[in-house]
């Protein structure tokens, strides 16, 4: 093949992306404009900043984290003010904060460039995730990557933390294992997991289908190269800046039940046990009873469910057990709900409860303390109409996932006479262990 008949493929291969990749950067602009109330000021207040529905951790952490001054793990301020996150996502503030410092002389102003340009590099990110997603789900299901690109929960959600830059490695890990590129698959695992903590649910949902097809060396290599990278991004901090670095684990382990969780209903309405126990363990429990649900399923399933299945599975039953569950955390699940089972209707469902969710939030801490605006917020059973309309909304959906486990026929993906557009190794891999098998 010659140099133009190569460009001339490439080319041919990326029109059919051009589309959803201008939709995706339509999507990360319209992210930006829900935002501008609080962008011209409106940060300043806090009552405004609830009510028009603009709140980000971005702007609010370079001052509350002292990213004018010093840098991540490497602080010297007291050990609840270091950085809460995986260091992935402490370097990229670090990074952007030393532009900001660079370009503007003013506090303020560097916040204000903090946030502009961290908004830019999640922008980026989205356009990235939508169009790896897209190439994950393959040429028959391409357009399903819309959801991601532009659904008004991600709109909402886009900028309120860091979660797109790790929605863009998972989406990049899932891609390169589709390709059977196994140690890029694990390279871009470590480094989601050393982003923001939830893909470390996909290393058990690839485990149980590599249980079930014995397909051990891809999922070994994938499993070592993934520890390899989080390990060469954390040793350094590990040795040089312990105490911040730790902060993040200690931060998960010790946090209390906060917004969103089901914990937090059975607390305020005094549940015996789920109300009252320790929710660490409460928690810890539940998502392993559910996680050995899943397993069952997988392996017990007449035909191997799709990989993309088992990681919605697995995460979803990672949010609902957890003891916070952000609004922006909507954007680690829409690519898996979408790719394990696009259709429209529970998509559509549950898109309304996470925007119900999003406005209910704001709303309900508007008339919390410290600002104690009743007049302007919502009260406890309100809100709570929120928490359990995500709750059930993504039950449902993984309802169907599970009977589309069960019914294969009923697959949406699978009716297009595909076996796993997302399984790599998996894809048209025999059974090599089921329970059905030891029963016998």
Excluded at 346 to 371: D, H, K, M, R, T
């Amino acid at each position: 093949m010659t140099s133009t008949e190569a460009r001339a493929t490439w080319v041919t291969r990326a029109v059919p992306y051009l589309p959803l990749g201008l939709i995706a950067a339509l999507g990360a602009s319209l992210a930006y404009v829900v935002r501008l109330p609080c962008r011209t000021g409106g940060w300043n207040d806090q009552v405004t900043t609830y009510t028009n529905f603009c709140y980000t951790d971005i702007y609010p952490l370079y001052f509350d984290r002292e990213l004018a001054t010093q840098n991540p793990y490497f602080a010297q301020v007291p050990f609840d003010k270091q950085v809460e996150y995986p260091v992935v996502l402490g370097e990229v503030m670090q990074v952007i904060s030393w532009i900001s410092r660079a370009l503007e002389p003013d506090r303020v102003a560097q916040a204000v460039r903090f946030y502009d340009l961290t908004v830019v590099l999640l922008g980026v990110s989205l356009v990235i995730g939508v169009l790896l997603m897209a190439a994950v789900a393959g040429p028959t299901r391409r357009w399903d990557a819309l959801w991601y690109a532009i659904s008004p929960a991600v709109v909402l959600a886009a900028y309120i933390n860091w979660d797109l830059v790790a929605g863009a490695l998972s989406m990049g890990m899932l891609l390169a294992w589709k390709q059977q590129r196994q140690v890029m698959a694990g390279v871009l695992l470590g480094l989601a997991i050393a982003t923001k903590f939830y893909p470390l649910m996909f290393v058990g949902a690839l485990f149980l289908l590599t249980l079930r097809t014995a397909r051990w060396r891809p999922f070994l290599v994938t499993s070592a190269a993934a520890a390899g990278a989080w390990l060469a991004v954390n040793l350094p901090f590990m040795i040089f800046a312990w105490d911040g670095w730790r902060r993040f684990y200690v931060f998960s382990e010790e946090r209390g039940v906060d917004w969103g969780s089901a914990w937090l209903f059975f607390q305020n309405k005094g549940w015996p046990v789920l109300g009252s126990g320790d929710v660490s363990v409460l928690g810890m429990a539940s998502l392993v009873i559910l996680c050995a649900g899943i397993a069952v399923l997988t392996l017990a399933a007449p035909r191997r469910p799709r990989l993309a299945q088992i990681c919605f599975l697995a995460l979803a039953a990672f949010m609902m057990t957890n003891k916070v569950w952000s609004p922006q955390f909507v954007l680690w699940l829409v690519p898996l709900a979408v790719l394990a089972r696009p259709n429209w209707k529970p998509l559509v469902l549950w898109q309304l409860a996470e925007i119900w969710y999003f406005v209910a939030i704001w709303l309900y801490l508007v008339g919390q303390s410290p600002l104690d605006r009743d007049d302007l917020g919502i009260g406890d059973d309100t809100y709570f109409t929120a928490v359990w309309g995500r709750i059930i909304t993504i039950g449902i959906m993984m309802a169907f996932v599970v009977r589309d486990i069960l019914r294969p026929e009923k697959d949406t993906v699978r009716q297009a006479g595909i076996d796993d557009q997302t399984g790599g190794v998996f894809d048209g891999a025999p059974d090599r262990f089921t329970l059905a098998a030891l029963v016998r």
